[in-house]
């Protein structure tokens, strides 16, 4: 019999069902053993590289790859950016037409027949609710505001101060959120639905499971009327500089920071960890607005100490930041190098004193903050969103309050005239991002997710059927005893 109902005899009526408690192990052994490959739906509006949300799902899905899963990719557009790794990564990717996107994403999944469905960042209401209408487990990763933001970055368009509110018809006024740049050409402003951002808060609030990165946005979702026991806490992939791999690399004496290998789990800590000698600044990030790259900038004018920036990455703002930078005076020592690849960005980690970290709005993590510390450098940062959750003031770097420049400032003067003190906090953020983000265990506890959805549902499923077979006999009875005799 189905999980949670047993077959007894009656005297009176014959056989017939009755509910009870089944136990954890019984379940496992109805549902069977764990499977070592699933078919696993990603669905997401890009396909190809852009920002921290783009590198997770790429990686997340290689190394679920690597353990014999197979992944699918549904997607809005592509970016123009490391698609052939994407295509080579997916075994199918399905392209939304942008009209009847409900009945591509059934087609779709007749086609590839997942076993989970897996929505990143996604806001289409006819996609959701296709995905949602199929008996599979729908599971969600929260990369950003945008769930429950109409702005989708949670902080006041003006001032910049960060919004702490639930979604509301604050967001239509003061706030104003109806209105919005339009990014995709035309007229420069367009219009937001608060109704459908509604609409898309109570879709996603039926969602088996909704994977965060920190405790901030297990908050923002808590505050926005999400389920707390569906909210998992998963620490972030990183890839492994250069090679690929997960849990890769060592510590090899004082030559460690000079081949800038990531720190291993399993690995130990050298008593000295030389720095260069360039006072390299690094700077990395979508350069948008919110990350706060103007504010850095001006931090910037309080160093004394020579030193050389280079700031990776591209965006919307970038334009206004380098005329920015040669009116502070800055075009001399400050490089705008743009779009960046891994192993590029691994050579910058490796000639770097520190990393910078400027984001005002509310950091939903901040991906490149661990990642800079995974090789050996210390970092400031403004207090913001989840930061707080990886760095500690004065242990790992410097965690300087929200839009200070000036302190900024002087931290990065400390750390680039303070080389045992850059040194010591580098050592620090390096064993700080191995202890807490080993990545074996975080794609074993991933793994572990997807199983526990698809057994979920299964016995779900089973609970149903047994409860109508359950009403169906139930009625049968009636109708036979109340039949004249």
Sequence with gaps: MPGGWALLCSPTFGWG???????????????????????LLFVHRHLGELGGAEANIHLTAEQLGRRGHMTGLLYGSATGKGEDQWRATFSECFRLPGYRNGTATQRALEYFTPDVL???NLSDLEVLEALLQSPKPVIRTVHDHALYCMRSYKYDYFTRQICLRPA??????????????????????????????????????HCRRLIVFSDYIRQELLRNGFDGPRIEVHAPLFREGGGGKLGVGSWEEDEARQSCSPLSPNSQPPSSTPLPSSNLIVWAGQIVRGKGLDLFLRALTHVKTNFECAILGDGSHRAYCEKLSKKLGLSGRVKFYGFVGPE??????????????????????GMAGPEAMRHGLPVVAFDAGAVRE?????ANGFLVPWGNTNLFGVRIEQLLQNRDLAQTMGRCARERVAREFNPDRAIERLDDLLFRVVQETQTAASSQQSENFLNYEQRTVRTIASAPL
Aim: hydrophobic fraction near 35%; charged fraction near 20%; charge should be positive.
């Design 17 to 39: 069902i009755t509910k009870r408690t089944v136990s954890t192990e019984e379940v496992s052994n109805t549902q069977g053993v764990k499977p070592s490959k699933m078919r």
């Design 344 to 365: 590029q960005l691994q050579e910058f980690f490796c000639k770097a004193s520190l990393f910078a970290f400027s984001s005002v709005w509310p950091e939903p993590f």
């Design 168 to 205: 509301s018809t604050y967001c239509i006024f003061p706030c104003l959120a109806s209105v919005s740049r339009n990014h995709r050409g035309g007229l420069p402003l367009k219009w937001v639905s608060y109704s459908a951002k509604r609409q898309e808060i109570r879709l996603n609030q």
């Design 390 to 394: 990886w760095l500690t003031d004065g």
């Design 118 to 120: 897996w929505v990143h």
